[in-house]
């Protein structure tokens, strides 16, 4: 029987485990990427590991979410990224250099490789052929030691695309096909690997865009083959002697299949306040439109841009839209400035903002209130844009700039611009000049936002205390940390705790601590779903500085259920869906026998408010129970260097 592409390049870098489908493996981590706003609490972990140096094949750190410096805390913490990353064997990605995702794609992801990186869009990568999950900080702290990353072998899906794509119809169009289909839950310790004849119609570029938003499918990674098309990207970017033809056998079995026509769809919006909630855009047609928004990691690239600004050309923006466009790196701002495009964004009205993460995530460029703002990013989470009233919805490059002209929902398939001729160069123009190597020479600067990650403590014998929060489903990690003007916070874990459900009960914090204060243990009572979105392991760090000691869900998102075992919190799903209903905030609660229940993976959770047994489940591998024992995974890994 033949292998799935995905089984191929786990078998080359597997250290541990069978390749079975539900079983625990651990594989080698050859590349890892974080960026700044995960990536100080990473370099943090990864100096308490006591070591001198990273030992995978390559590290980057990049500068992309934080880069408008309001306050000094920002810089401080990217000057302690720059001279980590000196330190330690990092390369180090300066401010407006780009977004890590589009960055790693130009200038270092390879078919076949394993990327590991602190940001949930690190599948990106899989447009390349690049084995690329996204993880917590404290996971790629570890890989960057050199120690195995450790996941559920997934189970594959086969996305078989036939036909092309119809002009003013994208590759956005066609990851939000997928997330009509299969949602944002329920996906979890899935690959979604792309195959048939319509592959070789999508250049690399499109084929990111469709593995970045694969997350929000939930999926552990996308993959692409690595074909011709993938050579011919990376000989525009100088790096062709990196290409290995990677695809499936011809009787590789899969686990699923989900057929698309390509020829066949037509441009959709994924409306607020999901990624999943999809409808035509012919549907939404007249609706207003205050602002629209082109880049984010998912639409900023050279030919992302091009097509939008073909739309644009001519035309001027109209009055009632605020208009931004942020290439997704410094690549694609020079060649857009040395052949036109840039200029005909800027006549058309169009506000050219930093190649960076930026608007993504609620950084700058808040909507008005109660505004509809078009968005050519990945994620349309409530109150994620910094306004919480505004109406985000989740568009292609091609319906973004032809609604900016109109002023309306537009399908742009009523432009009568020419986009057959737009495609990727032939040779890119490359310039690294803003990647600094290594010296290993430098003094760590640490700034006084700067503290230490706070370590857990083991799981004790009595775990009693309140649901110090009820929430309902589809909680992410923003509703649980706000990014933002909170995100600056993320190297202060005190101050930041200060803000964990702000959104949701701006009280829960204080309400936590000081059952923290009185010795009691904290739990957390979701629905399904919890945890989706981001990799920011903060949204396990901050709960569990606050006292947190269990999350007791219907389900869990993979990325955070790593992240709450990780930091010693224990991830638990009702046996019975129904016993969600009847735990309510406030209630006290007890885990009966904690520590041998943590054996056998069974826990009875008893409400005495109630006068309740209620049924649970550990959600944890036998790996992540050990870590659980001790207090989470760098109590584990210190103590067992010590010894």
């Given at each position: 029987?033949?292998?799935?592409?995905?089984?191929?390049?786990?078998?080359?870098?597997?250290?541990?485990?069978?390749?079975?489908?539900?079983?625990?493996?651990?594989?080698?981590?050859?590349?890892?990427?974080?960026?700044?706003?995960?990536?100080?609490?990473?370099?943090?972990?990864?100096?308490?590991?006591?070591?001198?140096?990273?030992?995978?094949?390559?590290?980057?750190?990049?500068?992309?979410?934080?880069?408008?410096?309001?306050?000094?805390?920002?810089?401080?913490?990217?000057?302690?990224?720059?001279?980590?990353?000196?330190?330690?064997?990092?390369?180090?990605?300066?401010?407006?250099?780009?977004?890590?995702?589009?960055?790693?794609?130009?200038?270092?992801?390879?078919?076949?490789?394993?990327?590991?990186?602190?940001?949930?869009?690190?599948?990106?990568?899989?447009?390349?052929?690049?084995?690329?999950?996204?993880?917590?900080?404290?996971?790629?702290?570890?890989?960057?030691?050199?120690?195995?990353?450790?996941?559920?072998?997934?189970?594959?899906?086969?996305?078989?695309?036939?036909?092309?794509?119809?002009?003013?119809?994208?590759?956005?169009?066609?990851?939000?096909?997928?997330?009509?289909?299969?949602?944002?839950?329920?996906?979890?310790?899935?690959?979604?690997?792309?195959?048939?004849?319509?592959?070789?119609?999508?250049?690399?570029?499109?084929?990111?865009?469709?593995?970045?938003?694969?997350?929000e499918c939930g999926v552990t990674t996308s993959l692409f083959p690595a074909d011709e098309n993938t050579r011919a990207f990376l000989r525009s970017q100088g790096r062709e002697d990196g290409f290995v033809e990677l695809r499936a056998d011809d009787d590789a079995i899969y686990d699923d299949l989900f057929e698309i026509d390509l020829s066949q769809l037509e441009p959709l919006a994924a409306c607020p306040h999901s990624p999943g909630n999809i409808k035509k855009v012919s549907e939404?047609?007249?609706?207003?439109?205050?602002?629209?928004?082109?880049?984010?990691?998912?639409?900023?690239?050279?030919?992302?841009?091009?097509?939008?600004?073909?739309?644009?050309?001519?035309?001027?923006?109209?009055?009632?839209?605020?208009?931004?466009?942020?290439?997704?790196?410094?690549?694609?701002?020079?060649?857009?400035?040395?052949?036109?495009?840039?200029?005909?964004?800027?006549?058309?009205?169009?506000?050219?903002?930093?190649?960076?993460?930026?608007?993504?995530?609620?950084?700058?460029?808040?909507?008005?209130?109660?505004?509809?703002?078009?968005?050519?990013?990945?994620?349309?989470?409530?109150?994620?844009?910094?306004?919480?009233?505004?109406?985000?919805?989740?568009?292609?490059?091609?319906?973004?700039?032809?609604?900016?002209?109109?002023?309306?929902?537009?399908?742009?398939?009523?432009?009568?611009?020419?986009?057959?001729?737009?495609?990727?160069?032939?040779?890119?123009?490359?310039?690294?000049?803003?990647?600094?190597?290594?010296?290993?020479?430098?003094?760590?600067?640490?700034?006084?936002?700067?503290?230490?990650?706070?370590?857990?403590?083991?799981?004790?014998?009595?775990?009693?205390?309140?649901?110090?929060?009820?929430?309902?489903?589809?909680?992410?990690?923003?509703?649980?940390?706000?990014?933002?003007?909170?995100?600056?916070?993320?190297?202060?874990?005190?101050r930041y705790a200060e803000f964990v459900f702000e959104s949701v009960d701006p009280a829960f914090a204080e309400r936590a601590a000081s059952l923290r204060d009185k010795g009691e243990c904290g739990f957390i009572i979701a629905g399904a779903s919890y945890g989706q979105g981001s990799s920011r392991e903060h949204a396990a760090i901050c709960p569990m500085y606050l006292g947190i000691r269990a999350v007791v869900a219907v389900s869990i998102e993979r990325i955070h259920q790593a992240?709450?075992?990780?930091?010693?919190?224990?991830?638990?799903?009702?046996?019975?869906?129904?016993?969600?209903?009847?735990?309510?905030?406030?209630?006290?609660?007890?885990?009966?026998?904690?520590?041998?229940?943590?054996?056998?993976?069974?826990?009875?959770?008893?409400?005495?408010?109630?006068?309740?047994?209620?049924?649970?489940?550990?959600?944890?591998?036998?790996?992540?129970?050990?870590?659980?024992?001790?207090?989470?995974?760098?109590?584990?890994?210190?103590?067992?260097?010590?010894?």
């Amino acid at each position: 029987m033949g292998q799935t592409q995905c089984y191929k390049i786990l078998s080359k870098h597997l250290v541990s485990g069978t390749l079975k489908q539900g079983e625990s493996i651990s594989i080698r981590i050859d590349q890892t990427l974080t960026q700044d706003a995960t990536g100080t609490m990473a370099y943090l972990e990864f100096e308490s590991l006591g070591l001198d140096r990273v030992r995978n094949e390559l590290a980057v750190s990049y500068v992309d979410h934080n880069t408008v410096q309001v306050g000094f805390e920002n810089a401080d913490d990217h000057e302690y990224l720059r001279t980590v990353a000196d330190r330690k064997g990092v390369i180090y990605s300066r401010a407006g250099n780009g977004i890590c995702h589009q960055v790693h794609l130009e200038r270092f992801a390879l078919p076949g490789k394993t990327l590991l990186g602190s940001d949930s869009h690190t599948p990106t990568a899989g447009g390349m052929g690049s084995f690329a999950a996204g993880a917590g900080g404290l996971d790629v702290a570890l890989a960057m030691a050199g120690i195995p990353f450790s996941l559920i072998c997934p189970r594959v899906v086969e996305i078989r695309l036939h036909g092309s794509l119809k002009p003013f119809v994208s590759a956005k169009d066609v990851i939000l096909h997928v997330l009509e289909h299969f949602g944002v839950k329920g996906n979890v310790n899935t690959v979604f690997e792309y195959t048939g004849d319509g592959v070789k119609t999508l250049s690399v570029p499109e084929r990111a865009t469709i593995a970045n938003m694969g997350a929000e499918c939930g999926v552990t990674t996308s993959l692409f083959p690595a074909d011709e098309n993938t050579r011919a990207f990376l000989r525009s970017q100088g790096r062709e002697d990196g290409f290995v033809e990677l695809r499936a056998d011809d009787d590789a079995i899969y686990d699923d299949l989900f057929e698309i026509d390509l020829s066949q769809l037509e441009p959709l919006a994924a409306c607020p306040h999901s990624p999943g909630n999809i409808k035509k855009v012919s549907e939404l047609e007249g609706m207003a439109v205050n602002q629209v928004l082109i880049g984010s990691c998912t639409n900023s690239s050279y030919t992302d841009l091009k097509k939008a600004a073909a739309i644009l050309k001519g035309h001027t923006v109209s009055p009632s839209v605020s208009l931004g466009v942020a290439p997704g790196s410094r690549e694609v701002l020079m060649m857009i400035t040395e052949d036109g495009t840039l200029e005909t964004l800027i006549k058309a009205g169009a506000r050219i903002l930093e190649s960076a993460c930026g608007f993504c995530i609620g950084n700058h460029q808040s909507p008005g209130t109660e505004s509809v703002s078009l968005r050519t990013s990945n994620r349309n989470f409530y109150a994620r844009s910094g306004t919480a009233s505004a109406s985000l919805y989740l568009v292609s490059p091609e319906t973004a700039a032809a609604s900016a002209i109109m002023g309306v929902f537009t399908d742009p398939r009523a432009c009568d611009a020419d986009l057959s001729e737009i495609k990727m160069p032939e040779k890119c123009l490359v310039d690294d000049s803003m990647f600094i190597h290594p010296s290993y020479s430098l003094e760590i600067k640490r700034g006084p936002n700067i503290g230490q990650p706070p370590k857990n403590t083991a799981l004790p014998e009595t775990v009693k205390g309140h649901a110090v929060i009820k929430v309902g489903d589809k909680i992410t990690t923003d509703h649980i940390m706000p990014a933002g003007a909170r995100l600056k916070y993320r190297s202060n874990i005190p101050r930041y705790a200060e803000f964990v459900f702000e959104s949701v009960d701006p009280a829960f914090a204080e309400r936590a601590a000081s059952l923290r204060d009185k010795g009691e243990c904290g739990f957390i009572i979701a629905g399904a779903s919890y945890g989706q979105g981001s990799s920011r392991e903060h949204a396990a760090i901050c709960p569990m500085y606050l006292g947190i000691r269990a999350v007791v869900a219907v389900s869990i998102e993979r990325i955070h259920q790593a992240n709450l075992c990780n930091f010693g919190i224990l991830p638990l799903l009702f046996d019975n869906e129904d016993d969600y209903r009847k735990v309510e905030q406030g209630d006290e609660l007890e885990l009966l026998s904690p520590l041998s229940s943590l054996e056998s993976g069974k826990f009875i959770l008893h409400d005495a408010t109630k006068n309740l047994d209620i049924p649970l489940s550990l959600f944890a591998s036998e790996e992540q129970k050990a870590m659980l024992r001790v207090g989470g995974r760098l109590n584990e890994v210190i103590h067992a260097d010590q010894n």
